[in-house]
């Protein structure tokens, strides 16, 4: 199977083609933990199992790195604390092939089960941790489960980041968060002084949306309405906002016995067919960072805190 789609192809032509109608920005950003990290395999692999479970992030997220490298395109890399330090390597790849490092916390516990001292110490320890690795600034975070609350973003200004990429804002989900006055009818908001919000994207229904950014609702949809999706998302003006796991493009990983019906349908529904998906993708649009995201003109550099941003 080829790395990439071919650039002369159609698929080249239709990513050429997003940028030169001007319409909203791609920014591609990838959760960096392994496949026991994931919640949905919380109530059979206990914390204390992680050490001795096959590690097997490494490989995956190289594997990423090499569809990026052929695609020609760069991505915000949310690497968790608990992966780094024990995978430095694959860190300073990640920043060496001129991706954005931004910080996922470190022991992937949900936001929602933490006291703030709690989270302040997960969160400061990661990006300690990557900021000594690298000798560089994470200007972003983004929370396990996309879990976030508005009692974590002044923690998050106070540690010294930029940006929080944590908000889905769909209907209802039993692990997502929600942070006040962010809807899909606003992407990228600015939360106060140089702190902003940007959303994972939905496809708008009122103030929610139905989750279009990536995960089991990637692997699940048929592609080409997925890049249906996408391209409807950006003729609004809106940018696009995916996300992926290095477990997602692996159906290799363990079979984990104990896991409830629908536990084990969210972890593994069509794992075997999202690498050949996230190929055809990464060489379908223009991606970015989720930093340059921002520097790019999202949001407007004279909004005011809360205000939306790419109505």
């Known amino acids: 199977m080829a790395i990439a789609p071919s650039r002369d192809g159609a698929d080249a032509s239709a ?3 997003v940028g030169q109608a001007g319409l ?19 109530g059979v692999v206990p914390r204390e199992a992680w050490n001795d479970c096959e590690s097997r992030v490494e490989r995956n997220t190289m594997r ?33 092939g001129g991706h954005e490092v931004a910080c996922h916390g470190h022991g992937h516990q949900l936001v929602t089960s933490l006291q703030p001292g709690e989270f ?35 923690i998050l200004q106070q540690l010294g980041f930029e940006y929080d990429s944590s908000v889905v804002p769909t209907i209802a989900h039993d692990r997502y968060g929600r942070l006040t006055g962010v809807h899909t009818g606003t992407p990228v908001a600015l939360l106060g002084d140089g702190f902003h ?61 104990g896991l409830k019906a629908t536990e084990r349908f969210r972890h ?3 794992l075997g067919r999202c690498e050949e998906r996230f ?27 809360r205000q939306a941003v790419g109505r």
């Open 24 to 42: 909203g920005q791609t920014a591609l950003s990838i959760d960096v933990e392994d496949w026991f990290h994931a919640a949905n395999l919380a």
């Open 120 to 154: 302040r110490a997960d969160v400061s320890r990661a990006k300690k941790y990557l900021e000594d690795l690298l000798g560089m600034r994470v200007r972003g975070y983004r929370a396990p489960s996309f879990s976030i609350m508005d009692w974590a973003i002044p």
């Open 15 to 17: 990513k050429q083609g």
């Open 197 to 257: 919000e940007v959303c994972i994207s939905c496809l708008p229904l009122g103030k929610r949306g139905i989750p279009w950014g990536g995960g089991g609702y990637f692997r699940l949809a048929p592609y080409a309405l997925w890049s249906q999706g996408i391209r409807a998302i950006l003729r609004s003006g809106r940018p696009y906002v995916f996300y992926i796991h290095p477990w997602e493009i692996d159906a290799g990983q363990p079979r984990i016995s």
């Open 64 to 96: 990423i790195l090499q569809i990026l490298d052929a695609a020609n395109i760069r991505a915000t890399f949310f690497v968790l604390g608990w992966v780094a330090e024990r995978c430095p390597g694959l860190v300073r790849a990640i920043a060496e």
């Open 268 to 270: 593994r529904v069509n």
């Open 279 to 305: 190929i055809a993708l990464a060489g379908a649009f223009p991606w970015t960072t989720i930093g340059d995201l921002i520097d790019q003109g999202y949001p407007n550099r004279d909004a005011t805190p």
